[in-house]
């Protein structure tokens, strides 16, 4: 089972970052993805998630209006479109993986977003 995130860099502020997380070992199409930012010193934070089907969102309200997770099943991948970028989004970025039913949960490695000028 992998779960692994990719996209991360340096932005300026007002940028733009795409995440992609790429899922194999188990049925994708089954689970409730997420995405999640922990900053240093701090507790690690929901960012936006999506179910199986794609029909259910949800977004913190830090990033209401600013980001989108979208997933594509076929290719068993997530994402995280990020626009307008601030400092504060700062973060290491994870993707999570949660079957309902099951409540079986993995976790990706992570990737660094940085938001600076």
């Known amino acids: 089972v992998q779960l692994a995130e990719s996209g991360g860099g340096l932005v300026q502020p007002g940028g733009s970052l795409r995440l992609s997380c790429t899922a194999s070992?188990?049925?994708?199409?089954?689970?409730?993805m997420r995405w999640y930012r922990q900053a240093p010193g701090r507790e690690r934070e929901l960012v936006a998630a999506m179910s199986p089907g794609g029909g259910l969102l949800d977004y913190a309200d830090s990033v209401k209006g600013r980001f989108t997770i979208s997933r594509d099943n076929p290719r068993n991948t997530v994402y995280l479109q990020m626009t307008s970028l601030k400092p504060e989004d700062t973060s290491v970025y994870f993707c999570?993986?949660?079957?309902?039913?099951?409540?079986?949960?993995?976790w990706g490695q992570g990737t660094q977003v940085t938001v600076s000028s």
């Open positions: 070992g188990f049925t994708f199409r089954n689970y409730l």
């Open positions: 999570s993986a949660e079957h309902g039913p099951t409540s079986q949960n993995y």
